[in-house]
Every structure is written in structure tokens, then in C-alpha cells.
């Protein structure tokens, strides 16, 4: 049995104090101002001259809208990206440290992109979050039909403890303050916008690089969320003596 705060617990609590300190606490957002929403794992350097529009996701399984984000928008802006080839999406997945099971998503989600199965124990997770517990993932490789011993291997091994540290630092880097947010391009979007209003900022940044914009519906306009100086909702505290048992 793998003791989590043994070296995980230890880089993601050193981790997130550094993200405390430089940016703030972050926020789950409440505004429910008829949004949608989304996801990706494993970064991969672009080769080449960089002509790409990149669309970053930030989310947790604390938070609802970030879960309604990568059950209900999160398909479309990955059709999105398959169909265009100047797209390329990214998610960053900041998990709760004060909570074990979805510290353990965190890393089921990294274990899972080694097998090719990202996007769908993603989705899997976000979508029995309710219900989580240490045996999902057993249920979740199986239903996915992918290896669950290397599956439960990698997540006791804690294999991408340094890859979710970074995650969380990266956050830290671009002031993210609130969950879920998306950066396209640099432009910063709070909460689980409107699939249109994210083509529409998509296609602005196209014509940056002179590309063809995607055939959009009008935006559905929407009251934009403000980023509150002081967050009202602060991040749960550290728990010690966590283990990692599955």
C-alpha cells in the first residue's frame, strides 16, 4: 500500500501553498449564466512554426460547473479540434488535496491517458463523481476495457505525481482564481460559457493567424462573470495521513 502524503501529498500541499502565495485561493464559480463546458490531459509540444489557437481548460471534480462543462460542451470543442487542424486543446486538471478519492482521479486520469483512455475515464469520473469511491476505477478500467492492473499500478506508484505538481504550478503561473476557466489564446473565460460565445473568441484568434473561421451560430450574449479581488469560496485545507488504496 502506497502512502500518499509520503511524496504526493508532500509536492502537490508544496505545490499548492506556492499557488496560495502568488496567485490567490481558488474560486468554484456559482454563476449558472446559461453556460456550457469541457477537457483534455497530456500536453504535447507543437512542432513547427506555432500557428495554432490554443485552448486551455482548467477544472476539478469540486465544482459543478466544471463537471457540466466536460459532460455537456467538452465533445463539441473536441470535434473541434479533429476536424481543424489548427487547434490544439489542453486540459489541466487541479485536483482537491483535502479530499483522497479525488485526489486519486487526478491520477487515475494521467494513468488512463497511457492507455488511450483520457477522454473517456474523464467523462467517467465527471460523471459518477457523486458516487466516487476507491473501487470506481476497478469498474471504470473494466467498462473501458483497459488494463486495470497496470491501471491501479500506476495510480499506487503515484507514476505522474510530477506531471499534476506541474499542472497546479501552471495554474499558479496564468493567475487562475477561479474554476473551471479557459485560456484560448490568452484570452481568459470564467465558467462554463456558451459553446457559441467559445467559437467566437476561437475564430477571433484565427484571424490572427489568417485562417479560415468556423461557421458559427451568433453568440448568446451573457452577462460577463467578474474576477472578484478577494474570492468568497477559499480551497479546502490539506488533510495529513492520506492513503492511497485501491
Known amino acids: 500500500m502506497t502512502t500518499f502524503y509520503s511524496s504526493t501529498f508532500i509536492s502537490i500541499v508544496l505545490a499548492f501553498l506556492v499557488f496560495m502565495t502568488q496567485s ?18 497530456v500536453k504535447t509540444e507543437s512542432t513547427g512554426p506555432y500557428n495554432k489557437v ?23 470543442v473536441r470535434n473541434l479540434e479533429q476536424e481543424i487542424d489548427n487547434l490544439e486543446l489542453r486540459l489541466y486538471f487541479i485536483p482537491d488535496i483535502n479530499d483522497e478519492v479525488f485526489s486519486m482521479a487526478a491520477h487515475a486520469l494521467k494513468c488512463a491517458a497511457d492507455q488511450e483512455a483520457y477522454w473517456s475515464m474523464h467523462e467517467k469520473i ?14 471504470f478500467a473494466k467498462e473501458l476495457e483497459i488494463n486495470d ?6 495510480i499506487e506508484s503515484e507514476a505522474h505525481k510530477e506531471s499534476i ?12 482564481e477561479f474554476l473551471p476557466s479557459l485560456l484560448i489564446n490568452g484570452n481568459k473565460l470564467i465558467g462554463n460559457q456558451p ?22 451560430k ?29
Open 165 to 176: 505538481a506541474d499542472d497546479i504550478e501552471y495554474s499558479s503561473r496564468e493567475t487562475i
Open 149 to 154: 492492473e497496470a491501471l491501479s499500478d500506476c
Open 218 to 246: 451568433p453568440a448568446i450574449p451573457t452577462t460577463k462573470v467578474k474576477e472578484l479581488t478577494e474570492p468568497t469560496t477559499p480551497p479546502p485545507s490539506p488533510t495529513p495521513n492520506v492513503e492511497l488504496n485501491i
Open 24 to 41: 490567490g485561493q481558488i474560486v468554484e464559480t456559482t454563476e449558472s449564466s446559461s453556460k456550457p463546458n469541457f477537457s483534455n490531459t
Open 54 to 76: 490554443k485552448i486551455e481548460i482548467f477544472d476539478n471534480l469540486t465544482c459543478q460547473e466544471c463537471s457540466d462543462l466536460a459532460i455537456n460542451t467538452l465533445p463539441k
Open 195 to 216: 459553446f457559441e460565445n467559445i467559437q467566437k473568441i476561437i475564430n477571433e484568434s484565427l484571424k490572427e493567424f489568417d485562417l479560415d473561421p468556423i461557421q458559427t
Open 126 to 139: 465527471h460523471k459518477n463523481k457523486e458516487d466516487l469511491n476507491k473501487k470506481s476505477f476497478h469498474q
